[in-house]
């Protein structure tokens, strides 16, 4: 199977310019979140005017890497595709095709929600890859719940439109003026179909995502992280949303604590923003906070 990489650069930016990859969460790809352009910019412009070099990966099952196999099977017959174990592996070959290419021993990334789990992993396994890492919105273990396992969830599943919309403003409070338009929305989710070919010839139009990222998330909450944050000994940072219902202070400050090897870290949390802030109107103030700690 073919991995999807995606590359851009200043053409007059410095040799020495750093490198940084996207590494994208549990339901869309990197053309959704880090290249798609409101208002004709984006988060990867934003990188690439302040002379970082940018790459963004697609995991196996989304945006234009090669699908699984078992997608084209019945759901209930398999596991849950593209585990952090299994991601961890793609994006070390992601990685290292990185710095072959330019040149260096370290690449920064920044990782989206359950994209923070792929990157643990590697992170834990070689460190000496990791130049910086930004934590964006990143899932968080949680206690353990008494009497109580996790559920088990078949190989994929189909997120429809009203799926995504209904994520993307259910942590803003019903009191606070919209953080996402639904224009900007619309634009978004017609891109979002074009990520999956077949995604309109289902009824409703949905794409089919692996479930092995929303298992974690479960899993993590609850008490089982896939990678061990102590282990992880690049600077890191820490941006999240206000309003980001998926890791509240509590799983912040927790998560945060066990980077106890990290030889230095950040906790930013910006005002009127949910877990995907990357695609609301304080978008700007996660790609300032991105870029100061990247270039650093």
């Known amino acids: 199977m073919a991995l999807f990489l995606r590359r851009l650069a200043a053409t007059n930016a410095p040799a020495d310019r ?8 549990a339901t869309f ?8 352009r409101f208002g004709g ?42 585990t952090a174990d299994d991601a961890a592996g793609q994006l070390d070959t992601a990685v290292r095709f990185i710095l072959t290419h330019e040149g260096i021993d370290r690449v920064s990334i920044i990782s989206h929600s359950w994209g923070s789990m792929p990157v643990g992993r590697l992170a834990a396994v070689h460190p000496t890859l990791l130049d910086r890492w930004v934590l964006f919105a990143p899932i968080a273990k949680r206690h353990p719940r008494r009497y109580e396992t996790p559920p088990s969830f078949p190989a994929w599943r189909l997120i429809t439109i009203e799926d995504q919309w209904r994520r993307f403003i259910e942590d803003v409070p019903a009191t606070e003026p919209a953080v996402l338009s639904k224009s900007d929305f619309d634009s978004w989710a017609e891109a979002y179909l074009d990520s999956d070919a077949d995604s309109r010839t289902r009824n409703p139009p949905s794409v089919k995502t692996p479930l092995g990222p929303f298992s974690e998330i479960i899993r993590a909450w609850h008490g089982s992280l896939p990678y061990d ?18 890791i509240p202070d ?22 009127r923003a949910t877990h995907l802030m990357h695609l609301e109107v304080m978008r700007s103030a996660l790609w300032r906070e991105s870029i100061e700690f990247l270039r650093r």
């Open 250 to 271: 509590e799983d912040a400050r927790s998560l945060f604590d066990a980077f106890t090897r990290a030889p230095e870290k950040r906790d930013i949390k910006i005002s």
């Open 18 to 25: 750093p490198v940084v990859l996207y590494v994208h969460g």
């Open 41 to 82: 910019r984006s988060w990867r412009d934003a990188l690439c005017e302040a002379d970082l070099v940018v790459w963004g990966l697609d995991f196996y099952g989304f945006g234009n890497s090669d699908r699984y196999p078992e997608m084209n099977q019945e759901a209930t017959l398999h596991p849950p595709l593209c």
């Open 229 to 246: 944050p102590a282990q992880v000994a690049c600077p890191v940072a820490f941006i999240r949303g206000e309003w980001d219902g998926l």
């Open 29 to 36: 790809p990197s053309a959704l979140s880090i290249a798609h």
